[in-house]
């Protein structure tokens, strides 16, 4: 039997728009005559991990203070796991978990007891289960052997640990995170990028903010990137890479004649430097396609590589301006 009558068009597939953790629309922050967050349309699928990128001063943080009800919005909208805010926060915000610049602990305490204090204000918490959380939540940011430590005198990496381990006391839907790698060495970096992987893997929606956006490359599925307050950029890291013009390389000693080879295929091919590599756009060309030709034409291939402009040269590309703090 056919699937379908002669003539007779296929059904559109239906597919579904996909869930959302979060969605802004036209989200706008003043202060004073400064907009610092204008007009922001941010798209965060469930189960993404969301890096939310910007240099300082860019408008990361005011915004998250606004998603987080901390401050209030000028203008446009919040739909927090579906449901609109903040009208229905005290119903979406116990499955959000939060770590936010200069988060309240209390500085003569230990960090358990910080957690405790935090735990026990916790309507929606089981006090019969909360050493039980206090400990795994210390374990998972690796705090275990500084929990008994006075929170005051806590390096600068061990406060940050402390924050999202209270943001970790509770499953959460969603996690929004204000640079969690902020005073952090290069191991707690990657502890931390780890467990926002095993996080997301858990089927938690992750949106972290920051300003190293290499950092960030690692471990995101989708970004977004902030410029003077406004979302400039914003989808799946894959397509927002592939914004950049890919460029070949190509090492040789036969620098003339694989300038020559390239440029007939039209490409603007130029040496870098009197012993070369010799660069240029590949545009949509293939690269096997250019590594034929050389070979063809008998150039001696040392290497042959394809460069991508990370975020950070898009970023650049995409404002026009550098890394650098606006105002
Ligand atoms: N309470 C405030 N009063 C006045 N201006 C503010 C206030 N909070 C933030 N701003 C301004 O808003 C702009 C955005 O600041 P925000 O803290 O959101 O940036 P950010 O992207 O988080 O930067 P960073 O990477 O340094 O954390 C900055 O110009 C900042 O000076
Ligand atoms: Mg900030």
Do not use: C, W
């Amino acid at each position: 039997m056919q699937p379908f009558a002669a003539g007779a068009e296929a059904p559109e597939p239906i597919t579904p728009a996909p869930p959302l953790a979060l969605r802004t629309s036209g989200l706008t922050r003043r202060f004073g005559d400064q907009v610092a967050v204008d007009a922001v349309d941010l798209i965060v699928p469930r189960g993404a991990i969301y890096g939310f990128l910007g240099p300082n001063g860019s408008g990361k943080t005011t915004t998250i203070r606004v998603l987080l009800g901390l401050i209030s919005a000028d203008a446009g909208e919040v739909e927090m796991l579906g449901h609109p805010m903040p009208r229905a926060s005290t119903r979406v915000l116990p499955r959000v978990g939060a770590l936010i610049e200069g988060p309240a602990f209390h500085p003569y305490i230990t960090g358990a007891q910080n957690l405790r204090r935090l735990d026990v204000s916790d309507a929606t918490a089981n006090p019969a289960t909360s050493a039980e959380r206090i400990t795994t939540a210390l374990a998972r940011v690796g705090l275990t052997a500084a929990a008994g430590k006075k929170y005051r005198n806590y390096s600068l990496g061990m406060k940050q640990r402390l924050g999202l381990a209270a943001a970790l006391l509770q499953p959460r839907d969603l996690l929004i995170l204000d640079e969690p790698t902020n005073g952090l060495d290069p191991q707690g970096t990657r502890e931390v990028r780890k467990l926002i992987r095993d996080l997301a893997s858990d089927g938690t929606t992750v949106l972290v903010s920051s300003h190293l956006l290499s950092e960030i490359e690692q471990v995101a599925t989708h970004v977004g990137m902030m410029a003077g307050g406004k979302l400039v950029r914003q989808g799946t890291l894959q397509d927002v890479l592939a914004d950049g013009a890919p460029t070949i390389r190509v090492d040789t000693p036969d620098l003339e004649t694989a300038i020559a080879v390239m440029q007939q295929m039209g490409l603007e091919a130029a040496a870098l430097g009197p012993d070369g590599p010799v660069t240029a756009r590949l545009g949509s060309m293939a690269v096997e396609d250019v590594a034929n030709a050389l070979v063809h034409a008998d150039v001696r291939l040392h290497s042959l590589n394809v460069d991508r402009p990370d975020l950070e040269e898009l970023f650049v590309s995409i404002t026009g301006e550098g890394f650098d703090v606006l105002r």
